[in-house]
């Protein structure tokens, strides 16, 4: 079975320091892999995925992410933090024979001061 | 275009009934994703339905069933309520049910069992 660990229940950064958020995943198969971001009240936003073109992933936001297949990661940074991205952030992996379904991190709450 | 919709916002239950939550899948998409997110938690895959059959199915007691109408549009019912039903519902659509496919998720409901 598939299945993802998020490093850090909580990141606390301040306004305009460098966003790094810790995913590492497990997939007997090569993995697809999401990140989504959930703000208070709301659903879940996708961010940027991977599909095993390009290592490096852009988003949206100013997100972007980096496929290290050695390291079984996939770790979501940003250069510069903003108030706006305080929020909760997911890692995903799809699997699923012959349909898509997504596991999921327990999730990093994000935290943002001035 | 319109996004996915979920009804009603929040529910409230007490234990032993049943419920019956809503989806609208976005324009466009034929497989709806069903997933309980427990407080504090990553959402958990509950089904998928694709073309109006299920075409997969997470760690759920079958009290948990499910439709998909021919407009795509879903439902999801829980039977025989208990406490730990108490969770965000989040559906989400996709184009098709592959694994790169993205889930595109409406902003949830939230069920309470008293």
């Known amino acids: 079975a598939q299945s993802v660990t998020q490093l850090g229940s909580h990141v606390s950064v301040s306004e305009g320091a460098l966003v790094l958020l810790r995913c590492n995943y497990s997939?007997?198969?090569?993995?697809?892999l999401f990140w989504y971001v959930q703000y208070p009240n709301q659903g879940l936003q996708l961010l940027l995925k991977?599909?095993?073109?390009?290592?490096l992933v852009k988003g949206i936001n100013g997100f972007e992410a980096e496929f290290k297949k050695s390291e079984t990661s996939f770790h979501l940074t940003k250069p510069s933090a903003h108030m706006s991205d305080a929020a909760e952030y997911f890692c995903?992996?799809?699997?699923?024979?012959?349909?898509?379904?997504?596991?999921f991190g327990k999730g990093t709450m994000l935290l943002v001061s001035p | 275009e319109t996004g996915v919709t979920q009804s009603p916002t929040h529910l409230i239950k007490t234990r032993g009934q049943q419920v019956t939550l809503r989806c609208s899948s976005q324009?466009?998409?034929?497989?709806v994703s069903w997933y309980q997110q427990a407080l504090g938690q990553g959402p958990q895959f509950i089904f998928q339905?694709?073309?109006?059959?299920?075409?997969g199915r997470g760690n759920f007691p079958p009290r948990f069933s499910g439709l998909q109408f021919p407009n795509y549009s879903s439902e999801l019912n829980v039977n025989a309520l208990e406490l730990d039903d108490s969770a965000l519902y989040l559906c989400?659509?996709?184009?098709?049910?592959?694994?790169?496919?993205?889930?595109?998720f409406g902003p949830g409901t939230r069920l309470t069992v008293l």
């Open positions: 989400a659509s996709s184009f098709q049910s592959g694994r790169a496919d993205t889930q595109y």
């Open positions: 997939s007997s198969v090569p993995p697809y």
């Open positions: 991977y599909t095993s073109a390009a290592t």
């Open positions: 995903a992996v799809s699997e699923g024979r012959g349909y898509s379904t997504l596991t």
């Open positions: 324009s466009g998409h034929n497989t």
């Open positions: 339905y694709y073309r109006e059959e299920e075409n």
